[in-house]
DNA sequence: TAGTGGTCTAGACCACCGA
DNA sequence: CGGTGGTCTAGACCACTAG
């Protein structure tokens, strides 16, 4: 995985960002880098071009490619680790506090059509449905109701539902979760967001809701996730044209 | 800007995947793209790889490239214009109505430490301070906070400040704003969030906050926006390897 | 004008999927 | 096995920036 030479690339030109290597921040431009690595210039651009669509730098056409100051601080609850993303709650900025699950519910149920489509089954397929209460420390944050289809995950146990799903999945089977597309918005707290999550009548729930994706780009599960309000930020960079 | 062939060509597909001419959920290979386009296959992945980014569609090697019905049900509030993103009101889905202002204040300021870092100021910089009250069809949505700095734009007024200030950098100065690093959580209403959106205590703001970025890198406001909840959904795609 | 990033082509080879 | 997307190369030409 790793060992693909536009990851190699960007692997060595973001440390070398983050070790100060170009105190003008400013970075070789492409062919002379094409030349430094061996490569061609178009693995550079790709190189390049993922750097800049994840903020680290931005290019001026006749100019250079600059390091983005802002790229540094980064305060997102919500965030990915390098590479070995195992499971949700490794996307959560954990702070040195223990994860902890407890199981709400689990069953077989029949896909309604919009979960259907949404996951690409087929009219006999059903899906497991899966209610977990996550917390940080004992401390509840998060209602997380999942579907996925049994017939991805066949061998799915009640031991296995109660710590991470995605984490079995990269160990067992080395598929990981790498994509997901996720709507976010925020709502008034129900009676059993404020039971589950120790939220005054007042006090709002943040949802992520959308799908997750195996690296092959199968879909495999629909989440709904209701987290404490103090617990959403969601960090992103956007550039603004199609 | 548009007649770039990736463009040409990824127009062309997301209209016809809206139209739903692929009912089967699956894009043509890229080999027969390539030639029914008459375009490099090159040209085929980028135009591809660039729907795949944005959640359009999803590639399965071995397979073929499919439909991300996820994205057809979009009813996504915050999303972006294809080429001519011009202010933020652009940005958010209009549906036919007719987005107003209203100006609460508009002031010159002295940036407090934490502004004057996000913005790369210097000591002796000032900012505008504009507060907006933002609707659609006099319906009041979000209310807004912007930073910008006077040597940006010193020629700012209160005829200017009380339409799209994109818009006016965009006409008069052909500056666009193309970037930017927002910050999305959620908090109960305050009393003037109750008064100004027509919420009630139990119900919550969506917050929106950050920093847009003038497209030749620049920092160019610093801003703060609290939305009626119904209207914070943001659709973001992600995948999660660096 | 020289240097930079942007676009595009043509083609090679690899890795994965499903019949 | 044939068909698919993934990676990479080599090189051409364009568009913008700066001195």
Redesign the interface.
């Known amino acids: 995985m790793a060992d693909l030479v536009y990851r190699q690339l ?2 060595s030109l ?1 440390d070398k960002i983050l070790a100060g290597e170009f105190p003008n921040m400013k970075l070789p431009d492409e062919r002379s880098l094409s030349e430094q690595y061996e490569v061609s210039r178009s693995t550079v651009k790709r190189a390049l071009s993922i750097l800049a ?3 680290v730098v ?1 290019k ?1 056409r006749g100019s250079g490619t ?1 390091i ?3 790229y540094l601080k980064n ?2 609850v919500f965030h ?1 680790n ?2 070995s ?1 195992l499971g949700i709650t490794d ?1 959560f900025q954990m702070n040195g506090r223990k994860p902890g699950i407890k199981l709400l519910k689990f069953e077989v149920v029949r896909p309604d059509p919009e979960l259907k ?2 996951l ?1 089954l087929k009219n006999d397929d059903f899906v497991y449905e899966i209610k977990r209460l996550r917390l940080f420390d004992d401390e509840p944050f998060m209602i997380e109701t999942g579907y996925i289809p049994i017939k991805i995950v066949p061998e799915l146990s009640e031991k296995i539902v109660s710590s991470s799903i995605f984490n079995y999945l990269q160990r067992e089977r080395n598929q ?13 707290s129900t009676d059993e967001d404020q039971a589950q999550l120790g939220l005054t ?6 949802i992520m809701a ?2 997750f ?1 195996l690296d ?4 495999f599960e629909y989440s709904r996730m209701r987290l404490h ?1 103090r617990y ?11």
Chains 1, 2 share one sequence.
């Open positions: 960007l692997g973001k669509d994840q903020g931005f001026k600059f983005n100051p802002l305060d997102s990915y390098n590479g993303n996307s489509r949404d690409f990981a979760v790498t994509k997901s597309y996720l709507t976010i918005s925020a709502e008034p009548p007042t006090e709002p729930v943040g959308g799908v994706f092959d780009g199968t879909p309000y959403m930020k969601y960090n992103t960079f956007v550039t603004l044209d199609d």
